[in-house]
């Protein structure tokens, strides 16, 4: 290799040298430099949807704690008993055992209730006091009414 080189003329060396720099500077520019760029063009492409998703995620948060704050969450306090009786009865739904739970709150039937009357009951229940059923079976009888037992705990049960 040594004796071909040394045979070239001071031209063809010059000309081969320029040429050998030339590929190495393509080389670089599209084997290092043009990955290196897309790769941070990437990045902060993802970056910034990072920072639009983190400004939404920021506003439902705040639209969460203000519906919390201003009563979007449990409204009124009361013993489970008191809570039960008295959403039933804005419901429209009539209660045919009311019970004390041994553990603590509330065991309830309800029979030939409406589906209309009875979710829109327990989600009110849950809307207007924070009470949850701990223990709910709703059976459907021949007529379409549904038969409801459940048991409500006091607190955050």
């Known amino acids: 290799m040594i ?12 000309l081969l040298g320029v040429m050998a720099g030339l590929l ?8 290092v430099h043009r990955p ?24 439902a ?11 979007g969450g449990a409204s009124r306090k009361a013993p489970a008993a008191e809570a039960v009786n008295a959403s039933a009865a804005a419901a429209g739904v009539t209660l045919s ?16 209730v409406s589906p209309a009357q009875l979710f829109p009951w327990l989600a009110a229940l ?3 006091y924070g009470v949850t059923p701990r223990h709910l079976t709703i059976v459907k009888d021949e007529q379409g009414g549904l ?3 459940a048991t409500f705990g006091d607190g955050a049960d």
């Open 3 to 14: 004796a071909w080189w040394t045979t070239r003329t001071p031209r063809e060396r010059l």
């Open 147 to 149: 038969s409801v037992d």
């Open 97 to 112: 055992r009311v019970e004390p739970d041994p553990v603590g709150g509330v065991q309830v039937a309800v029979g030939g």
């Open 126 to 128: 849950q809307r207007d």
């Open 61 to 71: 948060a705040a639209r969460i704690r203000t519906l919390r704050t201003a009563g």
């Open 36 to 59: 290196l760029a897309q790769a941070r063009a990437a990045a902060e492409r993802r970056y910034d949807r990072a920072l639009k998703e983190e400004a939404a995620i920021e506003i």
């Open 24 to 31: 190495l500077v393509f080389g670089l520019w599209f084997g």
